[in-house]
């Protein structure tokens, strides 16, 4: 099993969109419940830290490898594709850090405002301002991917985080929906072997 370290640094904004379960008061507008729940959009660790979840990174990894459908060598027509669904594992929060490499908290997201379709759906009749918590490039965290197929070397690994950090993006309005949020690059990249 190969151990995967790397450090990935955005490029563009990062806006969350966690769904808020919290039903509005009485007599409580649409706006005013906006208003007053926009930072529970946000993922925060008992002390404070802005996180994504595990499964933002694993997703992007999936849509990458669908998007890219690289064929594997002497596999005749495979992809990637399936190896990246059953053969990868990211299960430690992304902990998300500024651009000076202190942990991101609330106080560094703004509410972005923006007129969006009411049913969530491109084109939808009727459009409805919702806040979008935001953090500003450039934002960064580190990530850790197991990797338990033997197919997927460093190479293909790389190939397949620089594709989805350019066409792919994390959190709400990124450039996997046609958005141009959650772009990264990525540094530092490590592989090691380690027991299973």
């Given amino acids: 099993m190969l151990l995967c370290t790397c450090k990935l640094i955005g490029i563009s904004d990062l806006m969350f969109g966690k769904h808020v379960s919290e039903p509005k008061k009485d007599d409580e507008t649409h706006d005013q419940h906006e208003e007053r729940t926009w930072q529970q959009k946000v993922r925060v660790t008992g002390d404070g830290q802005c996180y994504l979840q595990p499964f933002a990174l694993k997703n992007c990894l999936e849509s990458a490898a669908r998007w890219l ?3 594997i060598p002497g596999e005749r027509s495979k992809t990637y594709t399936k190896r ?11 902990l998300l850090s500024n651009g000076d490499g202190k942990p991101l908290t609330m ?3 703004d509410p972005v405002s923006i007129f969006v379709p009411s049913d969530g759906k491109r084109g939808g009749p009727k459009r409805v301002p919702r806040i979008f918590p935001t953090i500003y ?8 991917i197991h990797i338990f197929d033997n197919k997927i070397v460093k190479d293909v ?3 397949h985080l620089d594709a989805g950090g350019k066409f792919i993006g994390f959190g709400s309005m990124r450039v996997e929906n046609g958005g141009i949020n959650g772009r990264f690059s990525v540094e530092n990249l490590e592989v090691n072997e380690i027991e299973a």
């Fill in 69 to 71: 459908a690289l064929k």
């Fill in 84 to 94: 990246f669904t059953s053969g990868i594992l990211v299960v430690e929060k992304l």
């Fill in 107 to 109: 106080d560094k997201v």
């Fill in 137 to 144: 490039a450039p934002w960064s965290t580190d990530a850790e």
């Fill in 157 to 159: 690994l790389l190939r």
